[in-house]
């Protein structure tokens, strides 16, 4: 079937958190927006511990209230652990004005949230159809987008504008070619949830747990979910997993009974689904926009795990993104470099900084030495919050810079 009237001004590709929440802007600037998903039921996803300014993001896009009823683990700090060292940031202890905490999810449940949030403001959501084709100015200035459901049936809509929110789906990166080799080493990642864990008691009950095992560039990660349930994992290069057993499930358990933290607070911890695995998970594209489409989210670039950037980065472009569109639909004359592709690369920059400081150990180091000035603790702490945007906080603005000021002061020192 083919349609050359319009059947909904903005297609977005993906019901993942990015699609779910530039749907919520645009639905609040009066644009008629629709979500074509490919799964139907919620499913697992990674990706599970929020940074607080992603709570600045859902407030403003109408879907705050919505997550917190759904009683998430709170996350108030993140605590970073080598051999027997420990440090703790605390949210509530950072320089930028902004949220004190953020929540750990089980992704099914959130993205499902966040469905149901906007289905309920009226967005509809296609589920079960898969983007397959997109024809730009098929018709008079309309694009023809191909729905394939899963018994294989194909049917088109005409919109006005595709916002791709796919993910690792990465739809309009493949069939416009604008996939491009990311300068960050392949790594991989294993990963699954267990249930017996024993956390910390009080306000550290919920922060993620990032510890720097004994081999390699291997961390792990601890998100707890709340009653003895959290999502462990570990990444590192190829290589660092050689020493551990090959057999996936026993390979995650070798490597998190390799340092004190991990092995002591799960030690009575048992799986409670199979240790799965992904790699080369960092990605690069040539633009984020074109006419009449853009990319978000993880259908854009998507760095790496350790500073759980991933869904702040989304909600963020989302953001930026829904207005944009908005304003171009309204007739306006938009500038996609200023109000997208700049902020996101601001934003990938400063985060970019502090995960090669983490490979290279730098940022290890400064995280465990004796002398801390309190002032810079309080200017980290709001990157770990996800505030990279904050033009005050020089550890964002110049981040490289600033970073290389502080090894040679610790050096010095
Ligand atoms: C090992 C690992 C750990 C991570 N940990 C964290 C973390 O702790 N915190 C964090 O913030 N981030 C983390 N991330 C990143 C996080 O997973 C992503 O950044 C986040 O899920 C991106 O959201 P999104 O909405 O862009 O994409 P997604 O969440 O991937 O959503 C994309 C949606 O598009 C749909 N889709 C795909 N193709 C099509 C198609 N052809 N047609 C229709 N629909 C389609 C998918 O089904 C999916 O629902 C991690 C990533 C990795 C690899």
Known sequence: VRSS?????????GAGPAGTVAAAFLKQRGI???????????????????????????????????????????????????????????????????????YQVLRSDFDQTLADAVSAQGVSICTGQSVCAVDFDAAGGLHTVSLESAGGLVSKLSCRFVIDASG??????????????????????????????????GIGQGDIWITKHPVGELWSWIIPFGGGRCSVGAVGADVDFESFPEEHDDCLRGILQSAPSTAKRLATAQPVMGARQISGYSKEVSQLHGPGFCLIGNAGPFLDPVFSSGVTLALESARCAASLVADELGGAEVDWEAGLSQPIARGVRAFRSYIDAWYDGRFASLLFSARQDEAIRRKICSILAGYVWDEKNSFATQSKRKLRQLVELARKG
């Not at 993001?57 to 998430?72: I, S």
């Open 32 to 102: 008629d927006v629709r979500i074509a998903e490919r799964h139907v039921a919620p499913r697992f996803v990674i990706g599970e511990s929020l940074l607080p300014h992603g709570l600045d993001v859902l407030e403003q896009a109408g879907l705050l209230a919505a997550v917190e009823a759904r009683g998430y683990e709170r996350k108030h700090g993140a605590a970073f652990f080598r051999g027997e060292e420990h440090c703790r940031f605390d949210f509530g202890e950072q320089f930028s004005a902004g949220f004190d905490h953020a």
């Open 5 to 13: 009237e319009l059947d909904c001004e903005v297609l977005i590709i």
């Open 168 to 201: 690792y789906g990465r739809v309009l990166a493949r069939l416009l070619e604008l996939e491009r080799p990311s300068d960050l080493p392949s790594r991989r990642a294993l990963f699954g949830h267990f249930e017996g864990e024993a956390p910390p008691e």
